[in-house]
């Protein structure tokens, strides 16, 4: 599995749990990071814990293993590690202080119209 298809897999599994604003943000020309940042809200703490544990699972299941994770115990941001994609999962208050979308600017948004409801 490239890192595209995880990246489209982790989406899938955020748009599953209902999580908004799911973005993905091809890197891997401007940094060693990752290929891919996968970037998602929720709307609590409690679903951004469901958000995250639904993209461990999803990935996890398709074989992919994650490496570590930040956050957690806050649930203001978790951060999911897969080593070529890694995924943010936001409060909507941290998304827009991190403002992610904006410090990865040069980064090429790859298109979400694969989701149910890719603007939500």
């Known amino acids: 599995m490239d890192s595209l298809e995880i990246a489209k897999?982790?989406?899938?599994?955020l748009?599953?749990?209902k999580g908004r604003e799911i973005k993905i943000i091809k890197i891997e020309d401007l940094t060693v990071?990752?290929?891919?940042?996968?970037?998602?809200?929720?709307t609590s703490s409690t679903q951004v814990k469901a958000l995250a544990n639904e993209v461990d699972f999803a990935l996890g299941k398709a074989g992919?293993?994650?490496?570590?994770t930040e956050g957690y115990d806050s649930g203001g941001w978790i951060l999911l590690d897969f080593n070529t994609v890694v995924v943010h999962v936001?409060?909507?208050?941290?998304?827009e202080f991190?403002?992610?979308?904006r410090?990865?600017?040069?980064?090429?948004?790859?298109?979400?119209?694969?989701?149910e409801n890719p603007e939500e």
């Open 15 to 17: 748009d599953d749990k």
């Open 90 to 95: 936001f409060q909507p208050s941290t998304r």
């Open 33 to 42: 990071i990752a290929d891919y940042f996968v970037i998602a809200t929720g």
């Open 9 to 13: 897999l982790a989406a899938k599994a």
């Open 103 to 115: 410090l990865w600017a040069d980064g090429e948004q790859i298109p979400t119209d694969f989701l």
């Open 98 to 101: 991190y403002s992610l979308e």
């Open 64 to 68: 992919v293993k994650l490496l570590r």
